[in-house]
């Protein structure tokens, strides 16, 4: 029903920026609200931050006034501007799709992608 397909992850040094893109196809049903999660290894899925299909946003404490997330409805696409990072930001990041008007949790979303490995080392 939703395709997502990722790019822009990678290897950085604490301090340093990365960009993520995702690129959504399918039923715009399940397009409403978009987002990215992210999962570390031993930990629960965690919403990184989400927007609305008026661009309103949400984030992740953790991540407030470091991370920007935007979105290009007519392309069906959204980046997630990464700046200062830190070690702990490290995980695998999944772009995602919800039918519900917003999110808050990463347990609304009803599809996501692969996932693309960020590492930030100290």
């Known amino acids: 029903q939703v395709q997502l397909v990722e790019s822009g992850g990678g290897l950085v040094q604490a301090g340093g920026s990365l960009r993520l893109s995702c690129a959504a196809s399918?039923?715009?049903?399940?397009?409403?609200?978009m987002g990215w999660y992210r999962q570390a290894p031993g930990q629960r899925r965690e919403l990184v931050a989400a927007?609305?299909?008026?661009?309103?946003?949400n984030y992740a404490d953790s991540v407030k006034g470091r991370f920007t997330i935007s979105r290009d409805t007519t392309a069906n696409t959204i980046y997630l501007l990464m700046n200062s990072l830190r070690p702990e930001d490290t995980g695998v990041y999944y772009c995602a799709t919800s039918s519900l008007a917003e999110v808050h949790f990463a347990t609304d979303f009803g599809h996501w992608g692969q996932g693309t490995q960020v590492t930030v080392s100290s």
């Open positions: 927007i609305t299909r008026s661009g309103a946003t």
């Open positions: 399918g039923s715009p049903l399940y397009m409403n609200a």
